[in-house]
């Protein structure tokens, strides 16, 4: 099940503690685990003490004595983190938004970039300024007709069942897309979601949102509070690992709740 053991990414700052909060508020609706782990340089002592450092004053924050901190070792904050994910035996790895980017909105930095295009596990972003709360409205997925948007699909409707909340499948039509073929697509993936799923038929809904470009599709959608979107990795991702492409990116940066990326092969 998606975010059973959550491990996030901590710097100081917002982002860090927004992706905190984030976490917390995901297992509060799963029962899942959270490690909170804060990557450091490695052969630097004052590094590896700063990183003490940080993790303690975390540590006096949370609410949950049970919650675990570690400090992880790497030249690379991105390969550190995936280090610790397997470490802890997480399911996905949960940062927040780089800093400079506007508020309300996923930035995308260098350690989510690495993450994008390599993680093992599944990667939750956060929107700068999110404050979750301790519930879930919805489940969104981006679908567009290819194996890896069935298989997001199906893990977003067993998600939807679980927690009890709605699933939308939802389809952006640019330019000269041809809508009537992408209707019939959505009209097969709700197939794929009752089928996969005890979810009852006026659960799940579709919708496709017309722009000019990605941003503009994004912005003429619905959205709704304490929603939560899934996207699933591009074609060139290997097997087990997450890879977005180009127009998966800009959804990802047009989102204004958080987006959770599926490896390929996401069981």
């Known amino acids: 099940?998606?975010?059973?053991?959550?491990?996030?990414?901590?710097?100081?700052?917002?982002?860090?503690?927004?992706?905190?909060?984030?976490?917390?508020?995901?297992?509060?609706?799963?029962?899942?685990?959270?490690?909170?782990?804060?990557?450091?340089?490695?052969?630097?002592?004052?590094?590896?003490?700063?990183?003490?450092?940080?993790?303690?004053?975390?540590?006096?924050?949370?609410?949950?004595?049970?919650?675990?901190?570690?400090?992880?070792?790497?030249?690379?904050?991105?390969?550190?983190?995936?280090?610790?994910?397997?470490?802890?035996?997480?399911?996905?790895?949960?940062?927040?938004?780089?800093?400079?980017?506007p508020r309300g909105r996923i930035t995308v930095g260098s350690t989510a970039d690495h993450l994008l295009h390599s993680s093992p596990e599944a990667v939750i972003l956060t929107p700068s300024g999110l404050r979750p709360t301790p519930k879930l409205s919805r489940i969104t997925v981006m679908y567009v007709d290819r194996p890896q948007c069935e298989d997001a699909v199906l893990r977003g409707a067993v998600a939807a069942q679980s927690f009890g909340v709605p699933l939308r499948l939802l389809t952006l039509a640019l330019e000269e897309d041809p809508q009537d073929r992408l209707r019939d697509d959505l009209a097969l993936a709700v197939r794929i979601a009752l089928d996969s799923s005890g979810l009852d038929p006026e659960d799940v809904r579709t919708e496709l949102a017309h722009g000019d470009d990605v941003a503009a599709a994004m912005d003429a959608a619905e959205w709704v509070e304490d929603e939560v979107v899934i996207v699933a990795s591009g074609e060139n991702a290997s097997p087990h690992r997450v890879f977005l492409g180009e127009i998966a990116l800009k959804v990802v940066r047009a989102a204004t709740c958080p987006v959770i990326v599926l490896p390929r092969g996401y069981t």
């Open 1 to 101: 099940m998606i975010g059973d053991n959550i491990l996030v990414g901590y710097d100081p700052g917002p982002g860090g503690r927004e992706a905190v909060d984030l976490a917390f508020a995901f297992v509060r609706v799963t029962g899942g685990l959270v490690t909170v782990a804060h990557v450091h340089a490695p052969g630097r002592p004052a590094a590896a003490a700063e990183a003490a450092n940080v993790l303690a004053n975390v540590r006096r924050t949370l609410d949950d004595p049970a919650t675990d901190v570690v400090a992880q070792e790497s030249r690379s904050v991105g390969r550190g983190l995936a280090a610790a994910a397997g470490r802890a035996g997480a399911d996905c790895i949960l940062i927040g938004s780089a800093e400079g980017g």
